[in-house]
């Protein structure tokens, strides 16, 4: 999958949250039945470290908390990200932050490597400036994450600078690089994507 190609919709809904299809995944509504293994993939303190509000060490208990509070937010739309046989594999979303929504993920550390996330992350920037009509998005990732970084940056995102962040598992404050993606970027992105397959 390119960061122009289509993002093939299903218009199945659980709750207002759609299901969202990629070649590889399906990004769709956290449940109840997922406690078990989200516990099992975001307690690694690798990906609590690089996460603003991911505990470590992270219990059954904070994957419920996290399954019932998402999507009840006015403007949040939060995702797992799914295998196509439905391996939970790690989580990503949109919530209401100042002026402009902020895009954030994680994935499990066994799925690094592999493009899933720059997948999850076009289908996830696609709804937002499709159905959800926002004009921009933000995002960040901490200096220490580059991989982190060049996912966004695949994904069309610009650094803004440097900022700290409150990370929740080091109960600290870290240097986060900004980034943001405009609505008119994404659509330039993909247009170009077209033509070039095309040609």
């Known amino acids: 999958m390119t960061?122009?190609?289509?993002?093939?919709?299903?218009t199945f809904r659980e709750g207002s949250i759609p299901v969202l299809e990629t070649k590889r995944l399906i990004l769709r509504a956290p449940r109840l039945e997922d406690t078990k293994p989200v516990a099992a993939l975001a307690n690694d303190r690798r990906i609590a470290d690089n996460t603003a509000r991911i505990p470590h060490p992270?219990?059954?208990?904070?994957?419920?908390g996290f399954i019932a509070g998402a999507n009840k937010a006015d403007g949040e739309a939060v995702f797992l990200i799914t295998l196509r046989d439905d391996t939970v594999i790690g989580a990503c979303g949109i919530v209401p932050h100042e002026s402009t929504p902020e895009l954030g993920y994680w994935l499990g550390v066994p799925y690094w490597g592999k493009g899933y996330a720059t997948e999850a992350l076009h289908a996830t920037i696609d709804y937002a400036f499709t159905d959800l009509g926002h004009d921009a998005l933000q995002a960040g990732a901490r200096v220490t994450n580059p991989a982190s970084r060049r996912v966004l940056e695949k994904c069309g995102f610009q650094w803004t600078g440097v900022g700290l962040y409150r990370i929740r598992a080091i109960n600290s404050s870290a240097p986060i690089d900004r980034f943001r993606l405009e609505r008119g970027i994404w659509s330039a992105l993909k247009t170009w994507g077209r033509m070039k397959r095309v040609s």
């Open 58 to 64: 992270y219990k059954a208990s904070d994957a419920e």
């Open 3 to 10: 960061l122009l190609e289509e993002i093939p919709r299903e």
